[in-house]
C-alpha cells in the first residue's frame, strides 16, 4: 500500500467514524460537543497550514454532514497533490515556527481524531451512557 493509499484510508475511516458521532450529537453533553468540535477544528487547522496558511485563531466547523464530507474531501485533494516528504512550513497560534513532513501532519490528523472519539466514548461510559457509536477501526471494515 503506497502513502497515498494509506493516507486516504485513514480519512475514509475517519469520516466513517465522524459521521457516526455527529448522529450521537443530540444525545452527548456539552463536553462531549466540545470534544467533537475539537476534531473538526484540528482538521480545518492543519489543512489550512497545509494550504500555505497559519490560522492564528482556531477556526470554528459547524458539525453537520456537508462539512464532515468537505473536510474529508479538502484531505483526500491534499493527499492526492502533496508528496509524502515534502515539508510543509506552518506556524502556530502562537506565532512559533515549526515544520514537518506532509505524511506526519496528515497522520497527525488521522490520529488525532482516533484519539478524541476515545475520549468522548470515555466521558459517555463516565455517565453510564451506553448507546454511543462504536468506531474502532475493525467495524469500520466490516462495515465495508
Known amino acids: 500500500m503506497s502513502h497515498q493509499q494509506f493516507l486516504a484510508e485513514s480519512f475514509d475511516y475517519d469520516l466513517w467514524a465522524n459521521l457516526r458521532w455527529l448522529k450521537f450529537l443530540p444525545h452527548a453533553t456539552p463536553e462531549e460537543g466540545e470534544v467533537f468540535a475539537h476534531i473538526l477544528m484540528a482538521q480545518k487547522m492543519w489543512a489550512e497550514r497545509v494550504n500555505g496558511n497559519s490560522p492564528t485563531v482556531f477556526p470554528v466547523v459547524d458539525p453537520t454532514v456537508e462539512n464532515l464530507r468537505f473536510l474529508h474531501q479538502n484531505w483526500i485533494d ?21 515544520s514537518l513532513t506532509f505524511h506526519q501532519i496528515a497522520r497527525q490528523v488521522a490520529n488525532h481524531g482516533t484519539y478524541h472519539r476515545g475520549q468522548m466514548r470515555g466521558l459517555c461510559q463516565i455517565r453510564n451512557c451506553t448507546d454511543f457509536p462504536e468506531t474502532d477501526f475493525l467495524h469500520y471494515y466490516w462495515s465495508l
Open 78 to 98: 491534499l493527499i492526492a497533490s502533496h508528496d509524502a516528504e515534502e515539508i510543509i512550513h506552518y506556524k502556530r497560534t502562537t506565532g512559533e515556527a515549526k
